[in-house]
């Protein structure tokens, strides 16, 4: 997780939304990347897609078993989608996201028994670090007039 918290501080260093996430099979890290959504002007480049991209390809399949994301914010529905899809074992979030998280706060994609794949979750690692840097990030670009959105 504190490889997740490193992307999401790199993140917010290139003025993206700070969000980092690692896929590990075990000890190994598959995948790390952080949200690059400005920068490639994607609105599917979270952090979790990337990792994700990352290590399928690390691994040659696209099935991500025996695998563990981690990371800093409680993924969104696509995201959390792609973790059902890509039949990672494990996720392991820092902060709940009470706008778009659909870990549980917003929706519960994770959490859905119609689904073919079932992801554990688990919540709290590092929340508060993880936190502080995304309330810090926006207020910055608060005080600078900058959007939000």
Known sequence: MRRALAQAEEAAERGEVPVGAVVAQGTTVLGSAYNQRESLRDPTAHAEI????????????????????????????????ALVLARVDRLVFGARDP???????????????????????????????????????????????????
């Open 50 to 81: 990337l990792a994700i991209t990352q290590a399928a390809a690390a691994l040659a399949s696209w099935r991500l078993t025996a695998t563990t994301m981690y990371v800093t914010l409680e993924p969104c529905a696509m995201c959390a989608g």
């Open 99 to 149: 706008k778009a998280g659909a870990c549980g706060s917003v929706l519960d994609v994770l959490g859905c028994t119609a689904l073919n794949h079932k992801v554990q979750v688990e919540e709290g690692l590092l929340a508060d670090e993880s936190t502080a840097l995304l309330k810090a990030f926006f207020a910055q670009r608060r005080s600078n007039g900058e959007s939000t959105a």
